[in-house]
């Protein structure tokens, strides 16, 4: 067993750290108060490898390990957890997808440019009616010649109004249930894809999550991504992935949000004296510490079994749920370590105390990664 980061592992932290801080900071707090897209961070994120960290560099990815992707999207989210998920999504539910599921064709022609970070993906399993019953989808894509034609609509699509490929599940075969439901590879410039609206969100505010619909979109066969009926089981198989992402993004929000108590905790003065000397302040953040430590190594840990091929979905749920209850409760916590302060947009805790919240409901809420947890030890 060795804890030991390897050299690209230690390079990727550094390197997100450094861009993290130098490119993401400054504008973090404007960008969440007035709901600003990242534009030009996108853009550097691109360049630098970050839109696709463990896709194979021959499709435009910079073909790293699942640890360090990880390591990555814990930094960006150690400073802003909106540029996290939307590299979250491009990474890990998308390129990732196409990688494991699409044709030697899909990969050149739409993997390399996501991967590359000349595009953007998105990814659009929920639907009004289809949240954790995810296979209870209403959207129909109906087979006419060489084409399916999609209706339906989809909501809290993450980076969907900003995208250029939506890898979107939708029943091909309403009469067989969960095993009648394929994946599509939706070109957004087509006719008949619509932003019907941006969500107006509680935290991850300079990220955008849209409802969208899709009236009589034509899309060619050659955009369905693996066969037809395999579309719930991908979806779901690209989740398993996902959520080591969701994982890294909360362990990520939790950190920030210790490392602001923790300095507060040394400066602020009450009673004549450093409040972290007070015993409640000074073992609350003992036990963030702990909980972040305990957070990061399921976290990693999901991710190496994901590296060396073993199963890794109840590690995958098991990485989430605890480091997103980790993120909330670290969050709440130094919201109270900052007292009045914590309340205040001028400090950053607020921002975690709303960001973190989210990491607890998307990518199937903590209710449903207990539940993929107790289904795997079951069998
Ligand atoms: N990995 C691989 N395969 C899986 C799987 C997993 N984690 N979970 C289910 N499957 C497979 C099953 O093996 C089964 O296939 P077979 O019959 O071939 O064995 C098939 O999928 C159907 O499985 P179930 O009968 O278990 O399906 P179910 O209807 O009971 O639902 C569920 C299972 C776990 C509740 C699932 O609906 C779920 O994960 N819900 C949460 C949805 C979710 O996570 N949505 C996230 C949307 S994306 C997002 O949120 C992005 C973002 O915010 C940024
Ligand atoms: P519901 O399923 O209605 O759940 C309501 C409550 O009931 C929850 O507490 C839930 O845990 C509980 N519950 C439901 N079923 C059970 C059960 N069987 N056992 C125990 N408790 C249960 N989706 C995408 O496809 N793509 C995206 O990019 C995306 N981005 C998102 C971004 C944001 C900001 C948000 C808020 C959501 C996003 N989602 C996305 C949707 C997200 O995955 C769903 O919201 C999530 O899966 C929960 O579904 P729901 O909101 O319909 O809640």
Same mark, same amino acid.
């Given at each position: 067993m060795d804890f030991k980061l390897s050299e690209d592992q230690e390079f990727m932290r550094k390197a997100a750290r450094e861009f993290a801080e130098g490119e993401i900071r400054p504008t973090v707090a404007e960008r969440d108060e007035h709901k600003i897209w990242p534009t030009d961070i996108v853009q550097k994120m691109g360049k630098l490898g970050f839109m696709g960290v463990a896709i194979d560099e021959a499709y435009g990815g910079a073909g790293l390990d699942y640890i360090s992707y990880a390591i990555m999207i814990e930094e960006l989210s150690r400073v802003d957890a909106s540029v996290g998920v939307i590299a979250s999504v491009n990474n890990s539910l998308v390129c990732a997808g196409i990688e494991k599921f699409g044709t030697e064709e899909q990969k050149r022609e739409i993997l390399t440019p996501l991967a590359s970070g000349q595009q953007l993906g998105a990814f659009s399993l929920s639907e009004p009616g289809a949240g954790?019953?995810?296979?209870?989808? $209403?959207t129909r894509a109906v087979e006419d010649g060489d084409y399916y034609v999609i209706t339906g609509t989809k909501n809290w699509v993450t980076n969907g109004s900003k995208a250029n490929t939506i890898l979107l599940m939708a029943m091909t075969a309403p009469e067989k249930g969960v095993k009648g439901i394929s994946a599509f590879l939706v070109?957004?410039?087509?006719?008949?894809v619509s932003v019907l609206k941006v969500e107006d969100k509680l935290g991850i505010r300079s990220a955008q999550s849209a409802q969208m619909s899709y009236d009589e979109l034509r899309v060619h066969k050659s955009r369905m991504l693996g066969q037809p009926g395999e579309g719930f089981k991908i979806a779901m198989t690209i989740l398993n992935g996902g959520r080591i992402g969701i994982a890294s993004q909360a362990l990520g929000i939790a950190q920030g949000a210790y490392e602001a108590a923790l300095e507060y905790a040394k400066v602020r003065e009450q009673f004549g004296q450093s409040i972290i000397n007070f015993q409640a302040v000074g073992f609350t953040l003992a036990d963030m510490a702990t909980r972040i430590k305990a957070a990061r190594m399921l976290t990693y840990h999901a991710a190496w079994l994901k590296d060396q091929g073993e199963n890794y979905i109840a590690a995958a749920a098991m990485a989430k749920v605890n480091a997103s209850e980790t993120a909330m409760w670290t969050a709440t916590k130094a919201v109270q370590i900052f007292g009045s302060n914590g309340y205040? $947009?001028?400090?950053?805790v607020e921002r975690y105390f709303r960001d973190a919240k989210i990491t607890e409901i998307y990518e199937g809420t903590s209710e449903i990664q207990r539940l993929v947890i107790s289904r795997e030890i079951a069998k």
């Open positions: 954790s019953d995810a296979a209870a989808q $209403k070109d957004t410039s087509e006719p008949g205040s $947009k001028e400090y950053p």
